[in-house]
């Protein structure tokens, strides 16, 4: 049978995934500064306007090469005000597909580097959008596409081009990482963080630090998908510290939050290592996984204040994934009495989340209620251990229900946890001999696994040791 520590390592590994998942994530790259449109034009972007003039350059019989580019123009400012204003993806797409098809006309009389330099602006404008939109197979095609048309320009030596090349490098890697294409992705990171390294050489814009920063911290996640040593994981997540330091000495405040995600991401890796680490002594055993709580505490130190000074949800989210990660750590270390006050602290503090209109909120919310209850079960307080385990049930079973707009793909996505509170009831039911109850948690439990057991269940380790816990527990 799986001991509750056991059980609370599947649970706080998806709580792993989470976190690691919110901290790998990259904004997507911005463009060269020359070829976007500042905020200033946003604001003063006229929809009625660029439409009337849309429709004057459309009705032309014969255009002068001035009044193509400038109808490509006008199409791309038109997107981006409508994907600005949360417009419909057809229509955007339209209007860049429109672009393309004038600036290709124009290139096929005759070579043209800043016709060609707007026809990968287009490509880029087109690929961020499919990306913001989740259709990343498209996305990778426009990538793609922005690089090839881009590539002569940097061959040439222009800056700027390599500067976008190697944003559309990180964004499709980024992309071939989640598609589990790790050799691309790596090759993705390593062009881009080349690519980078050269332009800092030769310009003082601090975005290219910034952006050498996200690549390292890219490569730390994805060495870890590619069971890289240890040393090249730190190493990477190491080197996206030191950027990110480098630009808050200089004042730029805001990348604190990104350094604190990073640090628990190292942690979080060294832990994962130190699990199957033969160590010389217990002492010495102690004194790593000690050394790695401090760092986390570093970590939630910096997102407390950060999230205490600020209104912004996203640093809140930081520090509620950070204490978790601190939590289940704790719990898997069998320290369950400092465990049972990080998430003492995190049901204070972070109550809203259980009713947060995100599902994935009110799922990790209902993990932490569950890591609560197998705390206070191993501290031998079994009647408050089973009152949590039935409000972490509570919280996960909101979204299986018809509260959130999900269809039925997306809910199995969050039955694991649902299941595992189940299973860790049954346990406590079991430990206070309540046969028929330990009888009815476990087949609730397995019947929400059952629909989950397929050949391509992502998480089907997870998922069978889980429902192996359920069937002994049934059967004992």
Not at 36 to 51: H, I
Not at 194 to 200: K, T
Not at 310 to 322: E, I, R, T, V
Not at 394 to 405: K, L, Y
Request: charged content about 30%; glycine content about 6%; some cysteine.
């Amino acid at each position: 049978m799986l001991t509750f520590s056991e059980l609370a390592s599947f649970l706080s590994s998806a709580d792993f995934g989470s976190v690691l998942a919110w901290m790998a994530s990259t904004a997507i790259l911005p463009l060269a500064a020359s070829v976007v449109m500042s905020e200033e034009e946003e604001t003063e972007v006229d929809e009625q306007g660029l439409r009337s003039r849309i429709d004057e350059l459309e009705r032309l019989q014969t255009r002068t090469l001035e009044q193509r580019e400038e109808l490509a123009e006008l199409y791309v400012m038109l997107a981006c005000g409508l994907y600005e204003g949360s417009g419909e993806l057809q229509e955007i797409l339209d209007l860049y597909s429109k672009a393309e098809v004038v600036l290709r006309q124009t290139l096929a009389q005759g070579e043209d580097d800043e016709i060609r330099r707007k026809l990968g602006t287009v490509d880029l404008h087109r690929a961020m959008t499919f990306n913001a939109f989740g259709e990343m197979d498209e996305a990778v095609k426009c990538y793609t596409s922005a690089i090839e048309s881009l590539t002569p320009l940097d061959n040439k030596g222009d800056g700027e081009a390599k500067y976008d090349i190697a944003g559309a490098k990180l964004n499709r890697g980024e992309i071939f990482h989640e598609f589990g294409d790790f050799e691309k992705a790596n090759s993705d990171f390593d062009e881009a963080f080349l690519a980078f390294r050269a332009i800092e050489k030769i310009s003082s814009d601090m975005d290219t630090r910034l952006y050498l920063a996200k690549i390292s911290v890219a490569q730390g996640c994805l060495y870890r998908d590619m069971d890289r040593p240890l040393d090249q994981i730190v190493d990477a997540y190491n080197r996206a510290m030191r950027l990110y330091v480098e630009l808050i000495d200089i004042g730029q405040m805001e990348h604190e939050r990104e350094l604190a995600n990073v640090l628990l991401d190292r942690c979080t890796a060294a832990y994962e290592a130190a699990v199957d680490q033969e160590f010389e002594s217990e002492e010495a055993q102690k004194a790593h996984f000690d050394d790695i709580l401090l760092n986390i505490g570093r970590g939630i130190e910096i997102l407390q204040r950060i999230a205490e000074s600020s209104d912004d949800f996203g640093a809140k989210y930081d520090l509620f994934n950070g204490l978790t990660l601190r939590g289940a750590m704790l719990i898997e270390l069998e320290q369950f009495s400092t465990a049972l006050e990080v998430f003492d602290q995190v049901i204070r503090d972070f109550a809203e989340f259980s009713t947060d209109v995100d599902p994935t909120v009110v799922n990790q919310f209902g993990a932490a209620r569950d890591n609560r209850g197998v705390a206070l079960m191993n501290l031998g307080r079994f009647e408050e251990a089973l009152a949590e385990f039935s409000l972490a049930i509570a919280c996960c079973e909101q979204i299986q229900d018809a509260s959130f707009d999900l269809d039925d793909d997306e809910r199995k996505i969050f039955v694991p946890t649902l299941a595992a509170s189940y299973a860790n009831r049954a346990n406590t039911y079991a430990a206070l001999k309540k046969v028929d109850e330990v009888k009815a948690d476990c087949q609730k439990g397995v019947s929400l696994l059952q629909p989950l057991k397929t050949a391509d269940s992502e998480g089907i380790e997870v998922i069978e040791e889980i429902e192996s816990m359920l069937k002994t527990l049934l059967e004992s």
